[in-house]
Every structure is written in structure tokens, then in C-alpha cells.
């Protein structure tokens, strides 16, 4: 009953836009949890258009930001992706990585905003693992800056705005 509270009063302290980002990714994570284990994709990741035809923040206008705006854009992104974590903690089983980041990448895309799903893997002990991850014009949002090292990505699954 201890936790329950303490978790009530963490909930408490946060901004209203903190709260509605974790209540949110917590309500909606699951349902990108089972579409994901049973074999498919959620809708959203399917109804980005081809990357082609894809809109929001294009590569040029990125530019234009100076360093220090991108600075506070990557740490604004970064602490959305932290509370999506968290949420995913709460909500999901154990090894959530690709459905958290699934998530992340699609309710950054509903801002029109381009971002990357990265898939890596390693071999540790003989073994390969596997994760996932999202970056924002190459800074990993949801995990260390250096996971790319630890991890020999696989695929760029490309997302923008979801009209």
C-alpha cells in the first residue's frame, strides 16, 4: 500500500502536460503491447505514409536550428520519452523495449515530428540480443546517447506526421 501512495504522490508532483503523457502512454501502451505479440503492427506504424511522402521537420529546416535550440528540443524529447518508460513499467511485462519505442515514435509523430526507430543487436556470451530505440536527428531519445555502440542497429523504421 506503501508504493501504491508513493506512486499517487510522484503522480501529483508532476506538471499537468507530465501527468497527461504518463496517463496516456499508460493507457494506450498496452494495446501496442498485443498488437505487437500477436503478430502485428500497430495501426499507427501503419498508416505513416511512405517515407517519400512523409511531412514534418525536414532535414533543411533542422539545420537551421542552432546548436543550442536542438540542445533543449533533444532534452524536451528526452524527458517525453522518459515518462513513456516509465509508463511502460508500469503497464507492460518485462522486456518492453520495442513496444515503448513504437509507442514514443508514433506519439512524436502525431506532432509531425520525424523520428527513427532503431532496432540493434549484440552478442553477449554467445547469445543475441535484441533492442530498440528512437532517435531524433541521431540523439537516441529513450536511451544513452552511445546505445548505437552497444547495440549494431539493424533497421530505420522512418515515422512523421500521422494525419
Known sequence: MKSLARKVRKFRQL???DRRTFAV???LMPFFWLRLR???RPAAIDALPPEDEQRGASPAA???LDSSDRAAEVEGLRREAYLVDRAARQVLPAGHCLTS???LQWWLSRRGLRTDLRIGVQS???KIQAHAWVEYFGH?????ADVATDFSPLVRRSGSNVS
Open 15 to 17: 506538471t499537468w502536460k
Open 124 to 126: 553477449e556470451d554467445g
Open 25 to 27: 502512454a499508460a493507457f
Open 101 to 103: 519505442s513504437a509507442y
Open 38 to 40: 500477436y503478430g502485428t
Open 140 to 144: 537516441a531519445l529513450n536511451d544513452s
Open 62 to 64: 533542422a539545420e537551421a
